[in-house]
């Protein structure tokens, strides 16, 4: 007698697929779907609004395969060109593709110019946000051409360094229902292009000029803008005072204001700033002038929802901590790097009050002690991020201290903190959320700690061991076996590691992001090792890793094709070999080549006929 099964995806409708497909938040989860077979493809291919590529030569299948994109970023494309959007949209109905596209990235698409720009502009009607960041290459034509999207919400152009009033003007006057804009770094842009835009784009909510020749005229402009909520003028050499006058009495949405590093702008004009806006929820005045005023400190008392304020590098005292404890009951966050005056006792005043704080930056305040951190953990339970960078003051009881009550940390930073130990890492064990952790420069972590992190932390994405010189390969082997998603590590100068450390690392799928730089034990077996399974990595170096051979950079050229980033200076590669990696690599846009010392001219001439056309950045130097 037969019995006859009835395959249990016949059982399970479209919408039921949709829905579960719906539940994979996980890149990686996503993937694995669609390869299980063509209809769970075929369910991803309907579902799917963002598409992140890669390959440029994939670009045409997958528009096709993709139809329902709401979000489309090339900005890690290579090659993007004006032939690549003709060819595309030529040979793909892009009345399917580009209907519904809302987002379009192309950040440092350098070889697209005005009309690979306009065609592409001209597909896609219906685009809400554009990013051109880093396209430095890109002029007031490029603009122009961008100028085609009337129902632009949001525009990214930093560093487009061509760009100046005459293409900020076709900008404004053709997208006049811009709410974003981020001019960062267009240094041809003038108070000029400001004034108009100010007249032209009334829906403003965020506005980012930092590090433009503007002037306070630019401020009297942008006061006028009636719903201007975030504004950013990092860097503005031209900036003072007056101008934060003229904002005194404008921007009646004004929520957040950056002034870092305005030279010109002094204690007085930030008074004046924030005596105009008491629903000031962000601040950050980092490096402006050199102490906080009594009259910053009794301003500061109107500003009851503040919720950030980052005084990096500016001289403060107990008392401004005082006031802020006891108005200031909002705080999430608080920037004090290299700030002077930072004292145990200032930070067991500020967090007696700010117990809602979840970011903390006490980078270089060098009086902290175990007593200002064990104040933070029993205050802050929800603290997830706090930056010790060079607080030597700091011991295992403070970690102690943090792996008892803050339970939901996620950044720690412990950098060149020489009194944290093994001892002090087991103390975190509870502080199972961890996903970055800095521990660069702290001498005294050996494999013991690796240990306790790799058993504690299974979520840490990012770590950093920069020249922990006791960590070798036993700490890697328990790290590639309890942080599986673990994405950026730097291991430069931990020289205890060898190619059995190298070859642990292979078992960290996610990573994407590795440093080895001085690692003069590991050989090409080691890398060969790391880079066959290692498939992700998008950021290598290898700088004075000097054992390593032909062998083991032809591996490299052979599994790593998706490599962006490369250093290989001081490194023992010949002519034939680099050619062949240069020429294999075509994802890659910045390496460095510094004293290469078994490649010769004529090398160097042939590596860069191979790539010249691809490669955005290369250092090469010889002695």
Same mark, same amino acid.
């Given at each position: 007698?037969?019995?006859?099964?009835?395959?249990?995806?016949?059982?399970?409708?479209?919408?039921?697929?949709?829905?579960?497909?719906?539940?994979?938040?996980?890149?990686?989860?996503?993937?694995?779907?669609?390869?299980i077979c063509k209809e769970f493809h075929r369910v991803d291919s309907l579902t799917r609004?963002?598409?992140?590529?890669?390959?440029?030569?994939?670009?045409?299948?997958?528009?096709?395969?993709?139809?329902?994109?709401?979000?489309?970023?090339?900005?890690?494309?290579?090659?993007?060109?004006?032939?690549?959007?003709?060819?595309?949209?030529?040979?793909?109905?892009?009345?399917?593709?580009?209907?519904?596209?809302?987002?379009?990235?192309?950040?440092?698409?350098?070889?697209?110019?005005?009309?690979?720009?306009?065609?592409?502009?001209?597909?896609?009607?219906?685009?809400?946000?554009?990013?051109?960041?880093?396209?430095?290459?890109?002029?007031?034509?490029?603009?122009?051409?961008?100028?085609?999207?009337?129902?632009?919400?949001?525009?990214?152009?930093?560093?487009?360094?061509?760009?100046?009033?005459?293409?900020?003007?076709?900008?404004?006057?053709?997208?006049?229902?811009?709410?974003?804009? #981020?001019?960062?770094?267009?240094?041809?842009?003038?108070?000029?292009?400001?004034?108009?835009?100010?007249?032209?784009?009334?829906?403003?909510?965020?506005?980012?000029?930092?590090?433009?020749?503007?002037?306070?005229?630019?401020?009297?402009?942008?006061?006028?803008?009636?719903?201007?909520?975030?504004?950013?003028?990092?860097?503005?050499?031209?900036?003072?005072?007056?101008?934060?006058?003229?904002?005194?009495?404008?921007?009646?949405?004004?929520?957040?204001?950056?002034?870092?590093?305005?030279?010109?702008?002094?204690?007085?004009?930030?008074?004046?700033?924030?005596?105009?806006?008491?629903?000031?929820?962000?601040?950050?005045?980092?490096?402006?002038?050199?102490?906080?005023?009594?009259?910053?400190?009794?301003?500061?008392?109107?500003?009851?929802?503040?919720?950030?304020?980052?005084?990096?590098?500016?001289?403060?005292? !107990?008392?401004?901590?005082?006031?802020?404890?006891?108005?200031?009951?909002?705080?999430?966050?608080?920037?004090?790097?290299?700030?002077?005056?930072?004292?145990?006792?200032?930070?067991?005043?500020?967090?007696?009050?700010?117990?809602?704080?979840?970011?903390?930056?006490?980078?270089?305040?060098?009086?902290?002690?175990?007593?200002?951190?064990?104040?933070?953990?029993?205050?802050?339970?929800?603290?997830?991020?706090?930056?010790?960078?060079?607080?030597?003051?700091?011991?295992?009881?403070?970690?102690?201290?943090?792996?008892?009550?803050?339970?939901?940390?996620?950044?720690?930073?412990?950098?060149?903190?020489?009194?944290?130990?093994?001892?002090?890492?087991?103390?975190?064990?509870?502080?199972?959320?961890?996903?970055?952790?800095?521990?660069?420069?702290?001498?005294?972590?050996?494999?013991?700690?690796?240990?306790?992190?790799?058993?504690?932390?299974?979520?840490?994405?990012?770590?950093?061991?920069?020249?922990?010189?006791?960590?070798?390969? !036993?700490?890697?082997?328990?790290?590639?076996?309890?942080?599986?998603?673990?994405?950026?590590?730097?291991?430069?100068?931990?020289?205890?590691?060898?190619?059995?450390?190298?070859?642990?690392?292979?078992?960290?799928?996610?990573?994407?992001?590795?440093?080895?730089?001085?690692?003069?034990?590991?050989?090409?077996?080691?890398?060969?090792?790391?880079?066959?399974?290692?498939?992700?990595?998008?950021?290598?170096?290898?700088?004075?890793?000097?054992?390593?051979?032909?062998?083991?950079?032809?591996?490299?050229?052979?599994?790593?094709?998706?490599?962006?980033?490369?250093?290989? #200076?001081?490194?023992?590669?010949? !002519?034939?070999?680099?050619?062949?990696?240069?020429?294999?690599?075509?994802?890659?846009?910045?390496?460095?080549?510094?004293?290469?010392?078994?490649?010769?001219?004529?090398?160097?001439?042939?590596?860069?006929?191979?790539?010249?056309?691809?490669?955005?950045?290369?250092?090469?130097?010889?002695?």
């Amino acid at each position: 007698m037969s019995t006859r099964y009835t395959p249990i995806l016949s059982l399970l409708t479209e919408d039921l697929l949709i829905q579960v497909n719906e539940k994979l938040v996980q890149d990686s989860d996503r993937k694995k779907w669609r390869l299980i077979c063509k209809e769970f493809h075929r369910v991803d291919s309907l579902t799917r609004k963002t598409l992140r590529v890669l390959h440029v030569e994939f670009l045409l299948t997958l528009l096709k395969n993709y139809t329902n994109l709401h979000t489309l970023d090339l900005s890690v494309c290579p090659r993007i060109e004006d032939g690549t959007i003709s060819l595309l949209l030529h040979h793909v109905d892009h009345s399917i593709w580009a209907r519904n596209l809302k987002c379009l990235n192309l950040s440092r698409a350098n070889g697209l110019k005005f009309a690979g720009l306009e065609m592409l502009v001209g597909a896609c009607k219906g685009l809400e946000s554009v990013d051109v960041s880093y396209c430095c290459g890109f002029g007031d034509r490029e603009a122009a051409a961008i100028s085609g999207c009337e129902g632009l919400r949001e525009l990214r152009m930093d560093k487009c360094l061509g760009v100046g009033d005459v293409g900020l003007a076709k900008i404004v006057v053709g997208c006049g229902r811009l709410e974003r804009l #981020s001019l960062k770094w267009c240094m041809e842009i003038s108070d000029l292009g400001v004034e108009l835009l100010c007249k032209k784009c009334l829906e403003l909510k965020f506005l980012d000029v930092s590090y433009l020749k503007v002037t306070s005229e630019s401020l009297r402009s942008i006061a006028s803008l009636p719903k201007l909520e975030d504004l950013a003028m990092v860097g503005c050499p031209y900036v003072n005072d007056v101008g934060l006058q003229f904002l005194e009495i404008g921007c009646p949405s004004l929520q957040k204001i950056d002034v870092a590093r305005c030279d010109c702008v002094s204690s007085s004009g930030l008074s004046s700033l924030i005596g105009g806006h008491s629903g000031l929820l962000h601040i950050d005045a980092g490096h402006c002038f050199s102490e906080v005023s009594p009259t910053i400190v009794k301003c500061i008392q109107k500003l009851k929802n503040l919720n950030t304020i980052i005084i990096d590098g500016i001289r403060v005292s !107990d008392t401004i901590f005082q006031t802020i404890s006891s108005t200031c009951n909002s705080l999430i966050e608080i920037g004090l790097s290299k700030c002077e005056g930072v004292t145990n006792m200032g930070i067991i005043k500020l967090v007696s009050g700010c117990v809602n704080l979840k970011i903390i930056n006490l980078t270089c305040c060098r009086s902290i002690a175990n007593a200002a951190i064990s104040a933070i953990a029993n205050s802050c339970r929800n603290l997830l991020c706090l930056k010790l960078e060079s607080c030597n003051m700091i011991t295992g009881k403070s970690l102690e201290q943090l792996g008892l009550h803050c339970l939901l940390l996620e950044v720690l930073d412990l950098t060149d903190c020489c009194g944290i130990n093994d001892r002090g890492l087991e103390r975190l064990y509870r502080c199972s959320r961890i996903l970055c952790l800095k521990l660069g420069l702290c001498t005294n972590i050996s494999d013991k700690g690796l240990f306790y992190i790799a058993s504690s932390c299974p979520e840490l994405q990012d770590l950093d061991l920069y020249r922990c010189q006791n960590i070798g390969d !036993d700490g890697l082997a328990a790290l590639s076996s309890g942080c599986k998603k673990l994405r950026k590590l730097n291991l430069s100068y931990c020289v205890e590691v060898t190619d059995k450390g190298s070859k642990s690392l292979g078992y960290l799928e996610e990573l994407s992001d590795l440093e080895l730089r001085g690692l003069d034990k590991i050989t090409s077996v080691g890398l060969t090792a790391l880079v066959t399974r290692c498939k992700r990595l998008i950021y290598l170096d290898l700088k004075h890793c000097e054992k390593i051979d032909d062998s083991g950079f032809q591996a490299l050229a052979y599994y790593s094709r998706n490599l962006r980033q490369l250093n290989l #200076s001081y490194c023992a590669i010949t !002519d034939m070999t680099l050619c062949m990696l240069m020429g294999n690599m075509t994802r890659l846009q910045d390496v460095d080549l510094v004293h290469l010392t078994n490649v010769t001219v004529e090398g160097f001439e042939l590596m860069l006929r191979a790539c010249c056309v691809r490669i955005k950045k290369i250092n090469i130097h010889t002695v």
